[in-house]
């Protein structure tokens, strides 16, 4: 039960795109189409923005995707904005019905 | 709307227990699978455990595995997750969140409660 590797931060420019990358093994992210996507502003409770690697619940932004390659699932935000600047997590269902987390990235919006 | 709220964090010393309760309304709460999950000071995400809709099955990380437990009570709406054998290292904020309908996904979560261990 390893944690998913995140970069510990990325930052991008207002209108631009990024990318945060989520790389686990073939036991997580590369076994199942599982991968779900968190964003956390600080002091408060983590909330869904993707699930099964590429949907959005409803009201979540269509600027938020998701993908996955292998053992390499993605979160991309386009159009960003400034409230988009928060902590962001991945996590993925895992081998013996556990859940697994990635160490978190945090966006700047420059 | 889903409304998850927990309680019984507070400052426990390390070896000593507690138990923390997930108060949960605005679904049908029987019918799906309940977790904990918890975050240390300035720390990321860690999950800790889950159990499904009835209460057949439990999962938990293989940090806690042997010293907490996780339950339910139907009839009360109600989460539990008793904590044994408490260390310093499992300061945190700890959450409940509920499984997503026809998803592998956590979609809503709680406000969380602070369990402080210390001594």
């Known amino acids: 039960q390893s944690a998913l590797t995140q970069p510990a931060s990325v930052s991008g420019s207002p209108g631009q795109s990024i990318t945060i990358s989520c790389t686990g093994t073939?036991?997580?992210?590369?076994?199942?189409?599982?991968v779900s996507w968190y964003q956390q502003y600080p002091g408060k409770a983590p909330k869904l923005m993707i699930y099964?690697?590429?949907n959005r619940p409803s009201g979540v932004s269509n600027r938020f995707s998701g993908s996955k390659s292998g053992i390499t699932a993605s979160l991309t935000i386009s159009g960003l904005r400034a409230e988009d600047e928060a902590d962001y997590y991945c996590s993925s269902y895992a081998s013996g019905s556990t859940r697994v987390f990635g160490g978190g990235t945090k966006l700047t919006v420059l | 709307q889903v409304q998850l709220v927990e309680s019984g964090g507070g400052v426990v010393q390390p070896g000593r227990s507690l138990r923390l309760s997930c108060a949960a309304s605005?679904?049908?709460?029987?019918?799906?699978?309940m977790h904990w999950v918890r975050q240390a000071p300035g720390k990321g995400l860690e999950w800790v455990a889950v159990i499904s809709y009835d209460g057949s099955d439990k999962y938990y990380a293989d940090s806690v595995r042997g010293r907490f437990t996780i339950s339910r009570d139907n009839s009360k709406n109600t989460l539990y997750l008793q904590m044994n054998s408490l260390r310093v290292e499992e300061t945190a904020v700890y959450y409940c969140a509920k499984d997503g309908a026809g998803q592998v996904a956590l979609d809503y979560w709680g406000q969380g409660t602070l369990v402080t261990v210390s001594s």
């Open positions: 605005g679904f049908t709460f029987s019918r799906f699978g």
């Open positions: 099964d690697v590429s």
């Open positions: 073939s036991s997580d992210v590369g076994g199942y189409n599982y």
